[in-house]
């Protein structure tokens, strides 16, 4: 139980199903302090006091289960590392591994419990397939899947057929504080939401190029790559303007080298995208290519694919050209279906 409203449904759901139901709050910053406040983030003092009141309306027990030390060994060093490497991690996709459904699930199971409950907008159907939710402008099927199957036979998403307004209701109809508590947003571990500041406070200034990937010309310096994503517009603070004078976007990171480099819109574009430890959560692993779809960003656009499965991974070939495809984050294959696209399995995209 988060402190926030999905999850506090999710827990009055699984009570209202005839389950034996125990709430539990992470305690995931070894500082509270540092981590956002108000309706900013999740995990903060002020989110376990929240957690704790839906689950005395509840009538359920409750604990809070201390996981700073795992958390910040496996999501946040995580997450500067891959911005040292010249990528772009996601977080929460990563404590949703290794964290929820890992060291969480574990404990859970050691102690007798036979699943994790949580408030993801996500369905488990009987066939026990992992899909979209119902409501899309929400859907965190994204960011789950990187489970494997044996974590999704322990998991129950109870809200997956119903739209976040509808979520709300309900917990004001059950008389949850947290009714109209605002959504967190953002990554929680960073306090001010400065991620460049954090990244720089823990790497160093590092100062290096900008380089025009057309003329090879160095347009720009920076003091540490690791503040730039792949896409990026903003912010890049170059010495001189393009010849054209259109738009320059951050094509790539070079950590070997220190250099940022830059171009047009249209250098941006790809259709080809590679990946590795591939989890399939839809079936065995697809021995011939596969037709489906797969989107390549937390609610980024969906695009029709061809996915091959070899040796060194993962290959997508993708029908129409993306930009601001990153290494670092996730791909995920879906199947349309009538009763909501299926989720096949997940990559990490490396080129």
């Known amino acids: 139980m988060s402190g926030g409203v999905d999850s506090a449904v999710a827990a009055a759901r699984a009570v209202e199903a005839g389950h034996d139901v125990t709430g539990v709050h992470l305690a995931l910053a070894r500082n509270p302090q540092t981590y956002r406040t108000g309706a900013r983030g999740c ?25 700073a030390d795992r958390f910040h060994a496996d999501v946040v060093d995580d997450f500067v590392a891959e911005y040292a490497a010249g990528r ?43 899909r979209r939710s119902v409501d899309v402008a929400k859907d965190q099927s994204y960011v789950l899947a990187v489970l494997t199957r044996e974590q999704l036979d322990r998991s129950m998403f109870p809200l997956g057929d119903s739209t976040k307004a509808q979520v ?25 939401g400065d991620t460049r500041g ?10 290096g190029d900008v380089v025009d990937a057309l003329t090879g010309a160095v347009v720009g310096s920076h003091t540490g790559a690791y503040a730039y994503t792949v896409g990026q517009r903003r912010g890049l603070h170059l010495d001189r303007p ?8 951050v094509l790539s990171i070079t950590p070997k080298t220190n ?33 489906c779809e797969v989107q390549l960003r937390a609610h980024g656009d969906v695009v029709p694919a ?30 349309p279906d009538p009763a909501g696209d299926v989720v096949l399995g997940s990559a990490t995209i490396t080129s």
């Open 242 to 249: 393009a010849p054209d004078g259109r738009p320059r976007y």
């Open 259 to 291: 250099t940022v480099t830059v171009g047009p819109g249209e250098a941006l574009e790809v259709t080809d995208v590679r990946a590795d430890r591939p989890v399939w959560t839809g079936g065995p692993r697809p021995g011939h290519p596969v037709e």
């Open 88 to 130: 772009t991690p996601n977080p929460c996709l990563r404590c949703n591994e290794k964290i929820k459904f890992a060291a969480v699930l574990d404990r859970a199971v050691a102690l007798g419990f036979e699943a994790v409950v949580t408030g993801h907008h996500a369905r488990l159907g009987p066939d026990g397939l992992l």
């Open 198 to 207: 954090f990244l720089a406070e823990r790497l160093g200034e590092t100062p």
């Open 43 to 67: 995990c903060t003092l002020e989110d376990s006091r929240d957690a704790r009141r839906a689950a005395d309306v509840l009538g359920i027990p409750f604990y809070v289960w201390d996981m």
């Open 306 to 335: 061809t996915v091959t499965v070899d040796a060194h991974g993962l290959r997508a070939a993708l029908r129409r050209p993306v930009r601001g495809v990153a290494a670092g984050q996730a791909i995920v294959a879906y199947r």
């Open 168 to 192: 709300r209701a309900e917990a004001a109809r059950r008389g949850l504080a947290v009714a109209d508590k605002p959504d967190s947003h953002d990554i929680c571990f960073i306090a001010d």
